[in-house]
Nanobody, 119 residues
Framework: QVQLVESGGGLVQAGDSLRLSCAAS????????MGWFRQAPGKEREFVAR????????SYADSVKGRFTISRDNAKNTVYLQMNSLKPEDTAVYYC????????????WGQGTQVTVSS
């Protein structure tokens, strides 16, 4: 069982930066692929980024490529999402998730953190 707790969301202006954190419980954090997803009002949840077990492989949605960076610190059981050059369309609830493989399936989800970008 893995519990995930996101933090770092907030209200910022367009062009600003934010760093989200997701702290995981348990001693097997390094056994999980970690992902970030987001859900805007009235829209389906969408993939943002994911990082492999040791951090050597990352993947991003086209909409955030070049602006967002996912990273992890296995010693701290934490995954991060650095978000730069934020746009109003980045406004959403951001969720982190943990899965056993790179096939896109995730077993555990956090409760989400709100990010609001004003124009």
């Amino acid at each position: 069982q893995v519990q995930l707790v996101e933090s770092g969301g907030g209200l910022v202006q367009a062009g600003d930066s934010l760093r989200l954190s997701c702290a995981a419980s348990g001693r097997t954090f390094s056994a999980y692929v970690m992902g970030w997803f987001r859900q805007a009002p009235g829209k389906e949840r969408e993939f943002v980024a994911r990082i492999s077990w040791g951090g050597g492989s990352t993947s991003y949605a086209d909409s955030v490529k070049g602006r967002f960076t996912i990273s992890r610190d296995n010693a701290k059981n934490t995954v991060y999402l650095q978000m730069n050059s934020l746009k109003p369309e980045d406004t959403a609830v951001y969720y982190c998730a943990a899965g056993r493989s790179l096939d896109g399936s995730y077993d555990y989800w956090g409760q989400g953190t709100q990010v609001t970008v004003s124009s």
